[in-house]
C-alpha cells in the first residue's frame, strides 16, 4: 500500500510486479491497528508514521518517484529475483495476460501487429501492452534501482500503451 502523494511510486512499483495500491492513510488512525493482511507494506513520506515505529511501515525520505523505488528495494532488501518486471497493469494493477496477435486485428496499427511478438493486455481496462523501445529504459532504470546505483535524472518515460 501507498500512501496516495507518491503516485509516481506506485507506478514504478506496479513497473517491478509488486501489488500495489494507494490510498489515504494517517498515522492516528493506524496507531494500534494491523494493516489489511499479512505481508503488506504501507510506504508513505509522511514523518508522522515515524512515530508509530512499526517494520510494516516504511516511511521513506527520498524526493523522485525513481529514487523512491530504490530506497523501497534498497530499504526492503529485496533482489531482482523477486521482481516480475512488466507483469500488471501500470493503471489498474491487475496482473496482465497474454494475447495472441490473431485477436487484436483492428485494436493496434498494423505496423505494431506486424512488428511486434508479443502482446498483453490488462484484464480489467483492456488496455494493451507490447516491448516496443521504452522497455530497455525502463528495465535500466529498474536494475539501476536494484543494484543500488541509484537512478540519476529524468521522468518515468511515457508508457500509456507502449511497454
Ligand atoms: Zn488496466
Known amino acids: 500500500m501507498v500512501d496516495g502523494a507518491l503516485g509516481g511510486l506506485v507506478k514504478w512499483l506496479r513497473f517491478c510486479g509488486f501489488d500495489t495500491s494507494s490510498g489515504k492513510f494517517r498515522a492516528s488512525d493506524l ?6 493482511e499479512p505481508g503488506v507494506i504501507l510506504v508513505t513520506s509522511q514523518a ?22 530504490a530506497e523501497v528495494i534498497h530499504r526492503l532488501g529485496l533482489s531482482w529475483q523477486q521482481l516480475a518486471p512488466l507483469s500488471r497493469c501500470v493503471r489498474c494493477n491487475e496482473a496482465l495476460r497474454q494475447v495472441g496477435r490473431e ?31 521504452h522497455i530497455q529504459t525502463i528495465m535500466d532504470r529498474l536494475r539501476a ?19
Not at 48 to 69: C, H, M, N, W, Y
Not at 145 to 163: F, M
Open 31 to 36: 496507531q494500534g491497528l494491523p494493516l489489511s
Open 48 to 69: 508522522g508514521f515515524r512515530k508509530l515505529k512499526r517494520p510494516d511501515i516504511l516511511v521513506i525520505e527520498t524526493a523522485s518517484p525513481e529514487g523512491q523505488l
Open 103 to 133: 485477436q487484436l486485428a483492428g485494436r493496434l496499427p498494423d505496423h505494431v501487429l506486424h512488428n511486434q511478438a508479443d502482446f498483453f493486455e490488462c484484464p480489467r481496462c483492456r488496455r494493451l501492452y507490447w516491448p516496443g523501445s
Open 145 to 163: 534501482a536494484v543494484s543500488g546505483r541509484g537512478v540519476e535524472s529524468g521522468v518515468l518515460p511515457a508508457v500509456n500503451n507502449v511497454l
